[in-house]
């Protein structure tokens, strides 16, 4: 199966008080040596403000919210103004469940360019059980292939669709995992997992690397070096663990699905009689 993430620019303007960054994409582990050339590319210009314009993001994950920290390390390190556009509640979760936005000075630019999204087949699904087995190349771009697989899965399923915000946002996280932690990277695949019934979605992505220690320590606000896929795991999830073997490390996490309006008028009813 080819499946082709969203694409990634960068956009340097130069401004009357300084350098704008307009970024358009994902904000990922794929994201992050661009980002960084770019943001290394406005400073050589010796800018009074740095504005990075996150209007068109569709997507931030702990990789992008590490890059928005760091940024805001060196403006205050070096004396610089920094300054971020706001972008959409649904590409900030990350940043809104770890408390790192009440960090960043986030600017309301006004509201976000608006998406356009291929129609779905009006056709309703049953909500019997839908699974999605794929085997993705360890590189930089596994998250995004990820994302786009689970989005394609339950996009029009009735019960897992209202979850497709959390769902992608923790799936990118593990399959990030997954990658950093094969060496080297590309040598190997991640074997990625979902299976989607009707009470839950479970997502298990397993890889050779070493995997990492559970359950981690609690971390300090303002946090640049990682943690934060365990923290988002932990309040985004309704259950999740790991699972080691020879050679595998495995990841898994499950979300529950609201219940279905009809579902709950029915349970209503019967505790009502």
């Given at each position: 199966m080819?499946?082709?993430g969203?694409?990634?620019?960068?956009?340097?303007?130069?401004?009357?008080?300084g350098?704008?960054?307009?970024v358009?994409g994902d904000?990922d582990?794929?994201?992050?040596?661009?980002l960084?050339?770019a943001?290394?590319?406005?400073?050589?210009?010796?800018p009074?403000?740095?504005?990075?314009?996150?209007r068109?993001?569709?997507?931030?994950?702990?990789?992008?919210?590490?890059f928005?920290?760091?940024?805001?390390t060196?403006?205050?390190?070096?004396?610089?103004d920094?300054?971020?556009?706001?972008?959409?509640?649904?590409?900030?979760?990350?940043?809104?469940?770890?408390?790192?936005?009440?960090?960043l000075?986030?600017?309301?630019?006004?509201p976000?360019p608006?998406?356009?999204?291929?129609?779905?087949?009006a056709?309703?699904?049953?909500?019997a059980?839908?699974?999605?087995?794929?085997?993705?190349a360890?590189?930089?771009l596994?998250p995004?292939?990820?994302?786009?697989?689970?989005?394609?899965?339950v996009?029009?399923?009735?019960?897992?669709?209202?979850q497709?915000?959390?769902?992608?946002?923790?799936?990118?996280?593990?399959?990030?995992?997954?990658?950093?932690?094969?060496?080297?990277a590309?040598d190997?695949e991640v074997?990625?997992?979902?299976?989607?019934?009707p009470?839950?979605?479970?997502v298990?992505?397993?890889?050779?690397?070493?995997?990492?220690?559970?359950?981690?320590?609690?971390?300090?606000?303002?946090?640049?070096?990682?943690?934060?896929?365990?923290?988002?795991?932990?309040s985004?999830s309704?259950?999740w663990?790991?699972?080691?073997?020879?050679?595998?490390?495995?990841?898994?996490f499950?979300v529950?699905?609201?219940?279905a309006?009809?579902?709950?008028?029915?349970?209503?009813?019967?505790?009502a009689g």
């Amino acid at each position: 199966m080819a499946i082709e993430g969203p694409a990634f620019d960068v956009v340097l303007r130069r401004t009357d008080v300084g350098m704008t960054m307009e970024v358009r994409g994902d904000m990922d582990i794929a994201s992050v040596e661009t980002l960084d050339k770019a943001l290394g590319e406005a400073l050589a210009q010796s800018p009074a403000r740095v504005t990075v314009d996150m209007r068109s993001v569709g997507f931030v994950d702990s990789s992008g919210l590490k890059f928005l920290l760091r940024t805001n390390t060196l403006a205050r390190r070096d004396g610089w103004d920094l300054q971020f556009y706001r972008p959409a509640e649904t590409a900030i979760r990350a940043l809104t469940i770890t408390g790192v936005i009440d960090l960043l000075p986030f600017v309301d630019a006004g509201p976000p360019p608006r998406r356009r999204f291929e129609d779905h087949k009006a056709a309703t699904l049953s909500e019997a059980e839908k699974t999605l087995r794929l085997e993705i190349a360890s590189t930089l771009l596994a998250p995004r292939t990820a994302r786009v697989a689970i989005r394609d899965l339950v996009s029009d399923h009735p019960l897992a669709s209202p979850q497709l915000t959390k769902l992608t946002l923790l799936v990118s996280e593990i399959v990030t995992n997954a990658v950093t932690h094969v060496q080297p990277a590309g040598d190997s695949e991640v074997e990625f997992s979902v299976t989607v019934t009707p009470e839950l979605t479970r997502v298990l992505v397993s890889d050779s690397g070493q995997g990492f220690e559970w359950p981690a320590d609690s971390l300090p606000p303002g946090r640049v070096d990682g943690g934060y896929g365990i923290m988002l795991l932990d309040s985004q999830s309704s259950r999740w663990g790991v699972h080691r073997m020879p050679g595998r490390f495995t990841v898994w996490f499950e979300v529950d699905h609201a219940p279905a309006p009809s579902d709950a008028l029915t349970r209503a009813d019967a505790i009502a009689g």
